[in-house]
């Protein structure tokens, strides 16, 4: 217990406590204070400001403007889908023009005429809206014509697909025409009513929908122009001078034969030469040890292991059926690419870019934005480009580069449920996703393109099957591959 006189000797060091601590407290109290005051004047949440409602009058001109506007707008649309008409039509008549040299060579007699196929013709409505007046159209007549163009552009697309199949399966157009299967998309009918409706106030339930038909409007339409560049892709496949695909050094540089690496990306690798590799421990580096061609004897493949696949020719598309004419080996022939992304002195192997965060473990692919634009390396924009040609298995990058990333997607169509072995290629380190699952990955080490650098066994479902490609390339040459074997699995008897 402190006595007297001990307090009087320690007086000055409990008046020091004390001040310090009287001192704290007032300055936490001050602190807490201003803190309060600014979050009132400054950080609290301030409240939505009101919505500007028009009425009357002014309701009506909004409304106005509002479907004068997303004309406008919609007019650029159908007058895209109308030239997208006018080549799809160019690349049917070159297509027709090839089937008939060919028939009327072979057999020497004269070819069924294009007529003969029931949608040779566009009916009246399609003729009108291929040539109406589109300035003096509203929203609600260019959403029809724009449904007409649609319909008549699925109709040429597949009376161009008809006389390929018929040119290469040597069968009648009629025959060719019923084995082709496009389906023309149903679009919504429009609520008419709601756009002669009159619109009292902008906050008004009918103004609510008013806006809801014209976002429909502008979502189909602008699926029609996505729909249609897509079919201007897969005719470019074939007619790519045609439509300004292509150029001339990938033609020259894709002679010879279809798994011939020379052909595809120079000189072949010493370490490649044509057919499977028997080490599959073969490419070793500081940075790893490379995975190789997959050797082992008990996986079921369809063919043996070390023969040499320069001498399979195989078939391009994207298409598992039962009918149509059958090869061992399909390869996949239309993708489209994105890149470069970096990868600085190969830092960036398992960094997930863009196109990779919409795989989804449980669902698969959330989806892809092939209208998409992200920063790639050097900060400069990059887009999805189209990728296709019937002339080579490897695809490169449209912009090859050393230390980079790309991304390639595309879609597999199967009639039925079925397991097929595929084999995959990539120069240097590559994954595949089919699906949202992941059926490829290469060993980390650089390696060149080989066709079968690893066969896995696939679960293809009904429908459309989404493929997602990842690509690096440390430096020098580059490309990806992916060919699925068609023949008749053990399973599938």
């Known amino acids: ?17 004390v001040t310090i601590f009287l001192f704290l407290s007032a300055f936490l109290c001050i602190g807490s204070y201003l803190g309060w005051f600014g979050w009132f004047m400054w950080g609290r949440p301030k409240p939505p400001p009101k919505a500007v409602v028009a009425e009357g009058k ?9 479907m004068e506007t997303e004309a406008r707008f919609a007019r650029t649309d159908v007058k895209e889908l109308r030239e997208m008409l006018r080549k799809m039509n160019l690349v049917k008549d070159a297509r027709y023009k090839k089937y008939a040299d060919e028939f009327a ?5 004269e070819p069924d005429p294009i007529t003969i196929l029931s949608v040779a013709n566009p009916t009246a409505e399609e003729a009108a809206a291929k040539k109406s007046d589109l300035e003096k159209q509203n929203l609600l007549e260019l959403y029809a014509t724009a449904t007409l163009v649609e319909r008549r552009l699925h109709h040429v697309y597949r009376m161009f697909r008809t006389c390929e199949l018929a040119r290469i399966q040597h069968v009648p157009l009629p025959e060719a025409y019923e084995a082709t299967n496009v389906v023309v998309p149903e679009h919504p ?33 602008k699926a029609m122009v996505g729909a249609g560049n897509r079919m201007l892709d897969m005719a470019a496949i074939l007619e790519p ?12 540089n894709a002679e010879g034969q279809m798994f011939n690496t020379t052909a595809l990306i120079g000189a072949p690798p010493k370490m490649f030469d044509g057919q499977t ?8 580096h500081e940075w790893g040890r490379g995975e190789g061609p997959i050797t ?18 195989p078939l391009p598309g994207r298409k598992l059926l039962g009918q149509g004419m059958q090869k061992d080996w399909m390869f996949v022939n239309t993708w489209y690419c994105i890149g470069p992304f970096p990868n600085p002195n190969r830092r960036n192997l398992e960094k997930k870019f863009p196109p990779e965060t919409a795989l989804d473990p449980r669902l698969g692919f959330v989806g892809i934005d092939l209208d998409a634009s992200y920063v790639g390396m050097n900060n400069k924009p990059i887009r999805w480009q189209f990728r296709g040609t019937d002339r080579m298995v490897c695809f490169v990058p449209h912009q090859p580069a050393d230390w980079a990333i790309w991304y390639a997607y595309t879609e597999i169509w199967s009639n039925k449920e079925q397991d097929k072995f595929c084999i995959f290629g990539s120069d240097d380190y590559g994954k595949c996703w089919i699906n949202g699952e992941e059926v490829f990955t290469s060993g980390v080490t650089p390696h060149p393109w080989v066709p079968d650098r690893k066969y896995s066994k696939v679960h293809f479902r009904r429908g459309f099957n989404v493929i997602l490609f ?10 990806w591959s992916l060919c699925i074997y068609t023949g008749e699995l053990a399973s599938d008897a």
């Open 277 to 284: 590799g028997t080490d599959p421990n073969s490419f070793q």
């Open 241 to 252: 001078e045609l439509l300004g695909y292509g150029s001339e050094w990938e033609f020259a």
């Open 58 to 66: 002014e309701a009506s001109e909004f409304a106005k403007r509002l």
């Open 105 to 109: 060579g072979r057999l020497r007699r």
């Open 189 to 221: 009918k429009v609520n008419k009513a709601v756009f002669y409706a009159k619109i009292t106030t902008t906050a008004s339930e009918m103004a609510k929908k008013l806006k809801t038909e014209i976002s429909m409007i502008k979502v189909e339409i």
């Open 296 to 313: 082992k004897k008990d996986l079921g493949l369809p063919i043996e292991l070390g023969i040499d696949l320069s001498q399979s020719m």
């Open 1 to 17: 217990m402190l006595s007297v006189a001990d307090f009087q000797k320690r007086r000055r060091q409990i008046y020091v406590v």
């Open 470 to 479: 990842k690509l690096e390339n440390a430096w020098g040459r580059t490309g």
